[in-house]
Each structure stands twice: as C-alpha cells, then as structure tokens.
C-alpha cells in the first residue's frame, strides 16, 4: 500500500509513527519508573490542544496555501535548479524563519499571548510537544514568505515545515539521551529544549531554535543546562484556572487588561508590542531584566563568599 503513496508522504507517515511510538514508550517507562513525567489532566489538555490546531490547520489550509502559491508564481525572486541545494536551503532557511517566528513569540507579548499555551504545561514529555500554539497558522504563513520570494513552492514549503515540526516534537524528554559533542553544537537537542520550557529565570526566553541551535549561538539567546537547581517547567505565575477556555485565553485576559488601564495610548500600544512583563510604570520586569538582577546578585553572592 505505502508503494503508491508519495515518497515524501511515506517518509512523513513513518515519522509521524515513529513519534507516536516513542511517546507510548515513553508514557510507559515514566509509569514504571515512577518517574511522573506524565499527568493524566495535563497529557488530556495536551490532546485537546492539538486537535483544536489541527482543526485551526485545515480551516486556514487552503488560504495558506494560495498565499504562499500565490507569491511564488507572481513574485519570486529567482529558483534554484541543483535538488540537493534546492532541499539544503529550503530546511535552512525555514529552519532560521522558524527561530525568527519562535523569537517573536516570546518577545511580542500580543504573540506570546498565543505562544503561551506552549508553555503552560509544568510537565515536559513527548506529549508536549503537541501542545499547539492554537492561533500560530493564522499569521505563520506571512514569516515564510520569504521562501515562496526564493523560488521554493508552496507543497515544499509547507512539507518542510512538517519534518522540522516533527523533529521539534522528538526533543521534548526528560530522559537524558547521550548525544556527541559536536552534535549539540550544530542541533537542537532535548537538553537544549528542556531550558526553552524552563521558568527559571536564567533559562527564560533561551534556545528558540527547532532543529538548529546555531541560531540562538548566533544571537545570543543559547544557554545550557547548567544550572545547580532543577528545571522547573511551566509559566513563572502559572493561572490559577487551567480549563479549555482559560487555558487558550488567560494571557489575551492579562494583556487588555494591562491595556485598558495603561494612562495614554503609548502605553496602551506599549503593552502589546513590547516583551512580556514590561508595564508602563515599572511594577512588573521581563526576562531580560530578571535575568540581569539575577546575575547581579550572583556576582554580589559571589563577592561575599570570597569577602568570608
């Protein structure tokens, strides 16, 4: 049968498979381990989320694709003739578009409020990996049309974007695979995406790359696992209400909320374009300023030790 199935559909299938099983696997070695990766209420809320973008997918499928169809045929730039290069730089370059996607997702707070139900979960398994950010297909079509500029049609674009996804979706684990060196230089490894989800302030807004973690080398938002303490996963304030409304919508609550009592119409913009925990007055800190607290009271830490 996967004889008359397209090529690129058969290797999409066996991914697609090979995911499922690890994620059995995994739910069963975490069970028999007691290792509690997996929580009931948090593995159904994973599910749920993935279907409702799965669903928000098909609704946008065909616009998406006239978009991307519609700018390659009218508006490209020029094409690359060699398949293999053709193939190289497409995953490449979606790869980078994706990190600039990711990027925006965590440093526009009206983008984090979609992005956010990514990052809710305070467990981290396979299954987190499908924890969808629902609205993200609404507007991810206009960060890769750059592709469709450089000659990549719209069928490839949009297989490309399944494989890096389904690679994503394989380093969401707890469990400590041992990987070479020179591989987590080059690649995204579940070491690596264990820091993204972290709520520790040092790892907060870090390695937002899918399949390469050069771009976060590049700049500047790479980080290890180094820390002494555990990760801990989740928000830093968690909603207290995590049901299939909230959930979706708690973040969009907080921001116009923010919004609505801002004093002046800068403000009010301030709160959707600029990072999460920036306010108008200075009550509440980003990451990037948290982060630059904690490495003053690390030094400051450090420089009483060495005073004892």
């Known amino acids: 049968m996967l004889q008359h199935i397209d090529p690129r559909n058969q290797a999409a299938l066996v991914l697609m498979g090979l995911l499922v099983v690890l994620t059995l696997v995994e739910m069963a070695l ?3 381990e007691d290792r509690k990766y997996y929580e009931t209420r948090d593995t159904l809320t994973n599910i749920y989320l993935t279907s409702l973008a799965v669903v928000t997918n098909l609704c946008v499928k ?7 169809d519609y700018t390659y045929q009218h508006y490209r730039l020029f094409e690359i003739r060699n398949i293999f290069w053709y193939w190289f730089v497409l995953v490449i370059v979606q790869d980078f578009l994706y990190w600039v996607l990711h990027y925006t997702g965590h440093y526009c707070r009206m983008f984090w409020a979609m992005h956010v139900t990514h990052h809710s979960s305070e467990h981290f398994n396979f299954t987190t990996g499908f924890r969808s950010t629902v609205f993200e297909p609404l507007y991810r079509v206009f960060f ?3 592709l469709a500029l450089m000659g990549f049609t719209a069928l490839d674009i949009l297989y490309a ?3 890096t ?4 979706n394989l ?3 707890q469990y400590k695979i041992p990987l070479p060196k020179w591989y987590g230089w080059i690649f995204v490894t579940p070491a690596h995406h264990r820091v993204h ?3 520790n302030i040092p790892y907060l807004d870090k390695n937002m790359g899918m399949v390469l973690i050069i771009w976060d080398r590049i700049f500047g938002t790479f980080r290890d696992e180094d820390l002494p303490e555990p990760v801990k996963y989740g928000l830093t304030k968690q909603p207290d209400d995590m049901g299939p409304v909230n959930v979706l919508f708690h973040e969009w609550k907080a921001l116009l909320h923010d919004a609505k009592n801002a004093p002046d119409l800068k403000s009010k913009i301030g709160y959707f374009i600029h990072p999460p925990g920036w306010s108008h007055d200075g009550s509440t800190q ?3 300023v948290l982060q630059q607290e904690y490495k003053e009271m690390e030094e400051a830490h450090k420089k009483h030790e060495t005073a004892a």
């Not at 996804?165 to 994503?168: A, D, P, V």
């Open 30 to 32: 975490s069970y028999w």
């Open 144 to 146: 890769y049309l750059p």
């Open 286 to 288: 980003t990451a990037r």
């Open 197 to 199: 989800h972290a709520s």
């Open 165 to 168: 996804q389904l690679y994503g």
């Open 62 to 68: 065909v616009f998406t694709f006239f978009i991307l």
């Open 171 to 173: 380093v969401h684990t």
């Open 161 to 163: 974007y399944l494989i």
